[in-house]
T-cell receptor, first 115, second 112 residues
Framework: AQSVSQHNHHVILSEAASLELGCNYS??????LFWYVQYPGQHLQLLLK??????LVKGIKGFEAEFIKSKFSFNLRKPSVQWSDTAEYFC?????????????FGKGTKLSVIP | DAEITQSPRHKITETGRQVTLACHQT?????MFWYRQDLGHGLRLIHY???????NKGEVSDGYSVSRSNTEDLPLTLESAASSQTSVYFC???????????FGPGTRLTVL
């Protein structure tokens, strides 16, 4: 069965610091990968997604992620975080098997940005 | 604008009671999903549906049921609520395989 691992449970950064959140997955076939964000008290919103093509994916609010197939990784990056980026971030996988519309989520990484 | 709504937003119930959480989407999406979110576990899939009259069990389906009588709604029923089902429940929908799932605002359920 597929699984998603997020290495950091809680990350604390100062404003303007660079961010990298780790995401590794286990599945041997073709995958679609997603990063979702959940701001305090709100529902999940899509940050970015990778289906195919350029492994460097750009999303909203200055976030990007790089799919490295050989490392089974899809790390999320932002060069300079803001206080408003304080949220919980979830990496998710959908494998491309027949009828596989479900997402498998990681346990999430809470990001706290200190002004 | 199309949206996905959940009701109630907060619910407190007692052990053993039947509880139904509503999910309604106006995207006209065929695929709908129910997840629960627990600290340290992320989101886990409870049930999902690929269309009217279609329902499927997810990773943590025990104690839950769903029915899909129309495209817009996928109510989640807890047959006999247990304290272990205290959680935040999210509904989501998508229009086709591989496309983005859109999430509702969530229902916080407390079982005493």
């Amino acid at each position: 069965a597929q699984s998603v691992s997020q290495h950091n449970h809680h990350v604390i950064l100062s404003e303007a610091a660079s961010l990298e959140l780790g995401c590794n997955y286990s599945y041997g076939g073709t995958v679609n990968l997603f990063w979702y964000v959940q701001y305090p008290g709100q529902h999940l919103q899509l940050l970015l997604k990778y289906f195919s093509g350029d492994p460097l994916v750009k999303g909203i609010k200055g976030f990007e992620a790089e799919f490295i197939k050989s490392k089974f990784s899809f790390n999320l990056r932002k060069p300079s975080v803001q206080w408003s980026d304080t949220a919980e971030y979830f990496c998710a996988l959908r494998h491309s098997g027949a009828g596989s519309y479900q997402l498998t989520f990681g346990k999430g990484t809470k990001l706290s940005v200190i002004p | 604008d199309a949206e996905i709504t959940q009701s109630p937003r907060h619910k407190i119930t007692e052990t053993g009671r039947q509880v139904t959480l509503a999910c309604h989407q106006t995207w006209n999406h065929n695929n709908m999903f129910w997840y629960r979110q627990d600290l340290g576990h992320g989101l886990r899939l409870i049930h999902y549906s690929y269309g009217v009259h279609d329902t499927n069990k997810g990773e943590v389906s025990d104690g839950y049921s769903v029915s899909r009588s129309n495209t817009e709604d996928l109510p989640l029923t807890l047959e006999s609520a247990a304290s272990s089902q205290t959680s935040v429940y999210f509904c989501a929908s998508s229009d086709s395989p591989g496309n983005t799932q859109y999430f509702g605002p969530g229902t916080r359920l407390t079982v005493l």
